[in-house]
T-cell receptor
Framework: EPEVTQTPSHQVTQMGQEVILRCVPISNHLYFYWYRQILGQKVEFLVS????????KSEIFDDQFSVERPDGSNFTLKIRSTKLEDSAMYFC?????????????FGPGTRLTVL | AQSVTQLGSHVSVSEGALVLLRCNYSSSVPPYLFWYVQYPNQGLQLLLK??????LVKGINGFEAEFKKSETSFHLTKPSAHMSDAAEYFC?????????????FGSGTRLSIRP
């Protein structure tokens, strides 16, 4: 069964460093998302991406964040200069098409630890 | 703005007992509602969804949820708990005003099953 994959499963970085989190969405999906979950808190929407551009972003998704679909398979989230408060589990999700009947499929997450 | 509130961060039941996980939503328009499950070290898996069709929604693994507009609730139930049901459960709502159909999650309820 097709699934969303994410790498790495765990990333440790120093404050101020750049990190890139990678996701491979399901191959025939068109809508892509990043969510994050700070330990002990809710899963929060970060950004959605469609047709090679951001379709919606949250207040969390500031200039330090960027997303890219560099080729036909990967979908990346880059944090330019990590802060301690960026430590969280980051989930990628993808959806086949429009309409609520197309559910979002989530990856297993990348745990980011900023020291 | 859309939101969901999950009552009880941790619920413990005996194997074979009824499972009841509570969720209340806040919405100014008819919402789309979901329950997701997260098993340890895995991604978020959709259990079931309400999209304004039948108010009683059946999902995977024997779970079901009932949409009650008068109570603004969408509680998750299962008649008989199994050890394999131990996981984190998230109630979520889709924002109809979101062009990207972003999902807004509750804070989660951890379900433990006693032998």
């Amino acid at each position: 069964e097709p699934e969303v994959t994410q790498t790495p499963s765990h990333q440790v970085t120093q404050m101020g460093q750049e990190v890139i989190l990678r996701c491979v969405p399901i191959s025939n999906h068109l809508y892509f998302y990043w969510y994050r979950q700070i330990l002990g808190q809710k899963v929060e929407f970060l950004v959605s991406f469609y047709n090679n551009e951001i379709s919606e972003k949250s207040e969390i998704f500031d200039d330090q964040f960027s997303v890219e679909r560099p080729d036909g398979s990967n979908f990346t989230l880059k944090i330019r200069s990590t802060k301690l408060e960026d430590s969280a589990m980051y989930f990628c999700a993808s959806r086949k098409g429009q309409g609520i009947y197309n559910e979002q499929f989530f990856g297993p997450g990348t745990r980011l630890t900023v020291l | 703005a859309q939101s969901v509130t999950q009552l009880g961060s941790h619920v413990s039941v005996s194997e074979g007992a009824l499972v009841l996980l509570r969720c209340n939503y806040s919405s100014s328009v008819p919402p789309y509602l979901f329950w997701y499950v997260q098993y340890p070290n895995q991604g978020l898996q959709l259990l079931l969804k309400y999209t304004s069709a039948a108010t009683l929604v059946k999902g995977i693994n024997g779970f079901e949820a009932e949409f009650k507009k008068s109570e603004t609730s969408f509680h998750l139930t299962k008649p008989s708990a199994h050890m394999s049901d131990a996981a984190e459960y998230f109630c979520a709502v889709s924002d109809p005003g979101s062009s990207a159909s972003k999902i807004i999650f509750g804070s989660g309820t951890r379900l433990s099953i006693r032998p």
